[in-house]
């Protein structure tokens, strides 16, 4: 293909409206453009990588026997109530009338769609199990969309549903799916970690997400040397043994705190450390006032606090909410002497304390020597707490590492969920009516592209890994006014042709340097310079990943290259 001719329009400048860099490099080395917030163009060049990872996908999922089909984008709305989802997806979901005013969504992902097909088309335990996927663009109202591809309003995905007679059947076509995400991640060599997820308000269910570790993912993992992964927002703050606070004593003590109002003002203003504190957060859930106790080192996390108290509409004390109930300003609430009716609920980890220092519900005062049991009730001890590294692994109990990457793929026992709500049965052998046992694996392949560029880049540019690099080779002629050297760069283009391989002929007439720098930038593996020295025979190949430069005989070169490219 001649550059000079084709639309990948490359630019220098760091584009403002990018914070992180595979946003940024997919803009400047003209993989994407912007149509509005979260909708994205994927020109000749994005799209190339993109095909890429669909084949990939497309062969792990014929390879373990799933079934490739094409569902509509369109969705009538009822089929959302019947699945009592409508809530659930809330905002997310696009709406739109048709011309006689019914109305419609736009598809998110597609659970309703399949169970309604395997509803009418899997009458007999003798269909199961079967599995079926699709790869197809979806649409999701995102209320943040950002990081360009990666959080997207219009989005491609890869999405398979499978349907099972027994809970064993689903576990061998899960783990199935298991070996087809590691090897799809795995064949675009990237490096990654399976960790696992929440099975939130589905319970019992298991759930897993594949993350591609990268520097600025929004997804947190924490991950141990024995294999388990999790995801630090699902993780539980586990810390060795060993206990916090000072002993305990008879009683607790006043002291006095004049303006330390944050937990680093007070331990500083005590000579302590923040972990000899506790913070005492106050919610307003329905029509009751809660107090959440947690470590004065550790963070509330809001997801958990959102599950524990299984109110999504949970939200702090105003300011003078908090003044009125503890008759403190804000930064000395404390769970000794509440007023009656404020429920007190604590994370794990404040069952370690011998003794905490907590707010005196009176300005510039803490209580000291605080013991819970004694001084005050715990109503219930919860996980709200975000783990991080060091905390200790469940399964071997060693420290944690945290790491962050972009979850590309989620995969999900959806047990009867959707085949109890939307009616969903086969005849057993006995001829029994059962529901359908149902698995959902998603693959996010437009997010893939930017996860790849996420986790491979450098200061020049995009590193692309070979086996979705939008060519396998530039060819590179400094100057496209010498007659030699461009009669050169075209036969290697041919003999290369004639092998079966696409090379991109940067024929543009531009100076050497500039073109040096967009090869860099669009990152693909193999240059081939043709220079000066061709009058001596010799052109130079350069990888992009090494930085390494050889020097190649004209008449060795295509073979070489071709052997570099199939190797
Ligand atoms: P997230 O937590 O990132 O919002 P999700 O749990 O909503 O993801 P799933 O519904 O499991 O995601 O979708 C399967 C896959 O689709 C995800 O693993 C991700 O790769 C991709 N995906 C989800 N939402 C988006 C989006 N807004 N833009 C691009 N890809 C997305
Ligand atoms: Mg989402």
Redesign the pocket.
Same mark, same amino acid.
């Given at each position: 293909m001649r550059w000079s001719k084709s639309c990948i329009p490359t630019f220098k400048e760091n584009p403002a409206e990018a914070e992180i860099p595979s946003h940024r490099l997919m803009l400047r080395a003209g993989l994407i453009r912007k149509l509005t917030s979260g909708v994205y163009t994927f020109l000749p060049l994005g799209l190339r990588v993109l095909r890429r990872i669909e084949s990939i996908v497309r062969e792990e999922m014929n390879a373990i026997g799933c079934q490739e089909m094409l569902m509509p984008v369109l969705h009538p709305v009822e089929i959302y109530e019947e699945s009592r989802r409508l809530d659930s997806f809330g905002p997310e979901l696009f709406k739109l009338r048709d011309g006689r005013d019914r109305l419609f969504a736009l598809g998110p992902?597609h659970e309703e769609v399949i169970t309604m097909i395997a509803r009418d088309d899997m009458k007999s335990y003798r269909a199961l199990p079967q599995c079926l996927y699709q790869i197809l663009i979806k649409f /999701?109202d +995102?209320i943040r969309?950002r990081y360009g =591809? =990666?959080?997207? /309003?219009e $989005?491609i995905?890869k999405d398979a549903y499978s349907f099972h007679r027994t809970e064993e059947s689903l576990e061998e076509t899960y783990r199935a799916m298991e070996g087809a995400y590691r090897r799809i991640i795995e064949r675009c060599g990237l490096a990654y970690r399976m960790v696992e997820a929440d099975s939130g308000y589905i319970g019992g269910n298991e759930s897993h997400?594949f993350v591609v570790l990268a520097g600025n993912g +929004?997804s947190t993992i924490l991950s141990c040397a024995c294999g388990y992964a999790v995801n630090s927002e699902r993780a539980a703050a586990r810390e060795r043994s060993g206990g916090r606070g000072a002993p305990r004593g008879e009683a607790y003590d006043r002291v006095s705190t004049p303006g330390a109002a944050t937990v680093d003002e007070v331990a500083r203003f005590l000579s302590v450390s923040p972990r000899e504190i506790v913070k005492t957060l106050l919610y307003r859930t329905g029509d009751r006032t809660v107090a959440v106790l947690v470590p004065g080192d550790r963070d509330l996390n809001d997801i958990k606090l959102v599950g524990a108290l299984g109110d999504p509409r949970i939200r702090f004390l105003e300011p003078a909410e908090i003044e009125a109930a503890t008759g403190a300003p804000v930064g000395f609430a404390g769970p000794v002497g509440l007023p009656a009716g404020t429920a007190i609920y604590a994370d794990h980890l404040v069952r370690d304390y011998a003794s905490m220092i907590v707010g005196a519900n009176e300005r510039d005062a803490h209580l000291a020597g605080v013991v819970a049991g004694r001084d005050f009730t715990v109503e219930r001890f919860e996980d709200f707490v975000w783990a991080r590294e060091g905390d200790r692994c469940p399964r071997c109990g060693e420290p944690m590492e945290q790491s962050n990457g972009l +979850? =590309? #793929?989620?995969i999900f026992k959806l047990g009867t969920k959707y085949s109890e709500a939307m009616a969903a049965s086969f005849l057993d052998e006995t001829g029994t009516s059962r529901h359908f046992i149902m698995g959902c694996y998603? $693959? #996010?392949i437009?997010?893939m592209v930017a996860a790849a560029i996420e986790q491979r880049h450098d200061a020049e540019g995009i590193v692309w890994p070979a086996a979705i690099a939008p060519f396998p080779i530039v060819i590179l002629p400094v100057n496209v006014h010498d007659e030699l050297i461009r009669g050169a760069a075209e036969r290697f283009e041919r003999e290369l042709a004639d092998q079966g391989i696409e090379a991109l002929l940067d024929d543009r007439d531009l100076g050497a340097g500039a073109k040096f720098k967009d090869a860099d930038l669009i990152g693909v593996p193999l240059r081939l310079t043709i220079g000066k020295k061709l009058k001596d025979g010799m052109v130079e190949l350069y990888d992009r990943a090494s930085r390494h430069a050889e020097e190649i005989p004209v008449p060795e070169a295509a073979a070489r290259i071709v052997q570099r490219i199939r190797s």
């Open positions: 992902t /999701r +995102e969309p =591809v =990666v959080r997207a /309003r $989005f995905m997400e +929004e +979850e =590309v #793929g989620h998603g $693959f #996010g437009s997010r």
